[in-house]
């Protein structure tokens, strides 16, 4: 092959390169790597380009025995560069080794799927854990709380107090100075019922390897903190709703003793359903009131009433009560309202938390880790166990009023 025609395929050879980068460039772009065709086309392009460069390498071989020859004829005379020399140097080989020949010599294009380097990329990774949120407030902070040393705790609980205070006086009318000496005085009563309230056991675990506790130190504290926040939903649960059987607590919307204001008044339409709610509220707190005026201080009721409360609207459209407190908290008819899905939607209960019941505290919470339990031991297994025990007396539940929020049926 001669020269020129070298010369017109290294051109020839170079438009292709140069086309079907442009197209791979291109794909890259729009998916992200190559497709086959082009790769292929790519690749038999810059095999070409070698056979061309091994064809100016024979043809500098023989151009090399010629130049040998002409010197031995010509001494002195300036060096001629070979074919292959003046190949490499040419204008249109640097041309095409610019276009990233050198680049394409690999089977596939390197990106970031999964497929290619993708997986040489290491992600970032935060350095703490993301947790659920967590409720902000819970019943057991609105109640007192009294250390008991014993697994139970009698309480004389108030049933009727029967009031006779009267002015000393005869039996007939006398407005004598003295004339109510000796006379008998007015005898009042108060009847008292001996209530014993049980300390139960509240108690909940998980189990986990040694090995994970010790290679993440940070793990055991999160298992700790929410074994504790569960422990903590459970009261919730228990002071409320516990129903005193099987070692369950007797809850403040289950004892017989607490008032209550019932259900809304039948034919209650749906438009009028806020407003009527918002009077059954006042309804309750007149009701606490009567009780020789208990301190209502706080209302807990359900996020999703306290938004049908806080959102109901008259017939003309205007917000029949709005609270937007900045920094402070929220209140109802005065009373301090506490939102929480302790409380199920339908009920509300409010009173005096300070005085109408107790917890009586016999172990708090405590979190211990064991390996004594099956084959933990041999299998460096351990038990990580929350527990606290308490009961709770409700010594005055006349200081507590509930009500639901439910149309009473026709």
Do not use: C
Not at 221 to 240: E, H, I, T
Not at 337 to 358: K, R
Request: aromatic share 8%.
């Amino acid at each position: 092959m001669e020269l020129n025609e070298l010369k017109t395929h290294l051109d020839t050879v170079k438009t292709e390169i140069k086309s079907a980068v442009e197209k791979r460039d291109a794909e890259v772009k729009q998916n992200g790597e190559a497709t086959e065709a082009t790769r292929k086309a790519l690749t038999a392009a810059t095999d070409r380009l070698d056979a061309i460069k091994s064809d100016f390498d024979r043809m500098d071989s023989r151009v090399i025995e010629m130049e040998k020859a002409a010197q031995r004829n010509f001494a002195g005379a300036q060096e001629a560069k070979s074919y292959g020399q003046q190949f490499v140097e040419s204008n249109e080989f640097k041309a095409a080794r610019s276009n990233g020949t050198d680049a394409f010599r690999v089977n596939k294009t390197i990106s970031g799927l999964a497929a290619s380097a993708g997986a040489l990329v290491r992600p970032d990774r935060r350095p703490d854990v993301v947790i659920n949120a967590e409720r902000p407030r819970f019943i057991r902070e609105l109640i007192q709380s009294i250390p008991t040393s014993s697994n139970a705790v009698e309480v004389m609980r108030e049933n009727v107090f029967t009031n006779a205070a009267a002015a000393q006086a005869p039996s007939s009318a006398n407005t004598a100075i003295g004339a109510g000496e000796w006379q008998t005085k007015g005898q009042s009563n108060v009847t008292y019922e001996l209530v014993t309230v049980p300390v139960r056991t509240m108690a909940h675990w998980i189990p986990a390897s040694r090995q994970v506790l010790s290679d993440a130190p940070m793990l055991q504290r999160l298992v700790d903190s929410k074994l504790m926040y569960g422990l903590n939903l459970l009261a919730d649960s228990q002071l409320l709703y516990g129903n005193g059987l099987n070692q369950n607590l007797t809850g403040l919307m289950v004892d017989s003793g607490v008032s209550t204001v019932g259900e809304i008044a039948t034919g209650t339409s749906a438009a009028d359903l806020a407003g009527a709610m918002l009077d059954h509220i006042r309804a309750a707190i007149t009701k606490n009131q009567t009780f020789d005026y208990y301190n209502v201080n706080g209302l807990v009721i359900n996020p999703v009433d306290w938004g049908t409360l806080e959102t109901a609207k008259g017939s003309d459209g205007h917000y029949i009560w709005v609270t937007v407190p900045n920094g402070g908290e929220s209140r109802l008819w005065r009373v301090p309202v506490i939102v929480s899905n302790a409380m199920t939607s339908g009920d509300f209960l409010l009173g005096d938390w300070t005085m109408g019941a107790t917890i009586y505290d016999r172990e708090q919470m405590d979190i211990r880790v064991s390996e004594s339990h099956a084959e933990y031991f041999v299998k460096n297994g351990v038990a990580i166990l929350a527990e606290e025990r308490y009961g709770f007396g409700i010594e005055l539940p006349k200081a507590f009023t509930k009500g639901s929020f439910d149309v009473a049926a026709e």
